[in-house]
C-alpha cells in the first residue's frame, strides 16, 4: 500500500463486484462490494478507491487466498480446490501473486 493518499470528495461512479470469500461453516460466502470511483481535483481523472483486502483481481479476499495457500502447503492444488470455491487457476494465481 503506499503512503501517498489521494483525497477527493467528488464521487464519479460506484462500481459493484462479487468477490468470493471464505466460506460460512458449510456455505460458500460471497461478498457485494461497492468500490467507488473519485476525479481528481485539478486534472479530473477518475481513480478507484483501495480495498486492502481485495486482491488486484477483484475476485477473492485476501483472506482466503492465505486460507488456500496454506491448504496447499499442506496437501495439494486439486485438494484445496475441491474444499473451496475457488477453481485450480485461482490458487494458482494466489500462489503466483504471493511471491
Keep these: ?3 501517498l493518499r489521494t483525497k477527493s470528495n ?3 461512479q460506484n462500481h459493484r463486484y462479487v468477490v468470493k470469500d471464505l466460506s460460512w461453516g458449510e456455505q460458500p460466502l460471497f ?3 461497492n468500490r467507488r470511483q473519485f476525479k481528481y481535483k485539478k ?3 477518475p481513480f478507484s ?6 486482491n488486484n483481481q477483484r475476485t477473492y479476499t485476501k483472506r482466503l487466498a492465505n486460507t488456500t495457500i ?3 502447503l499442506s496437501s ?3 485438494s ?3 474444499q473451496g470455491v475457488v477453481t485450480t487457476e485461482e490458487i494458482e494465481r494466489m500462489l503466483s501473486n504471493a511471491l
Design 31 to 33: 461478498l457485494e462490494i
Design 43 to 45: 486534472c479530473g481523472k
Design 10 to 12: 467528488r464521487l464519479h
Design 70 to 72: 496454506k491448504s496447499v
Design 76 to 78: 495439494d492444488i486439486h
Design 80 to 82: 484445496a480446490a475441491k
Design 49 to 54: 478507491e483501495k480495498l486492502d483486502f481485495m
Design 1 to 3: 500500500m503506499s503512503s
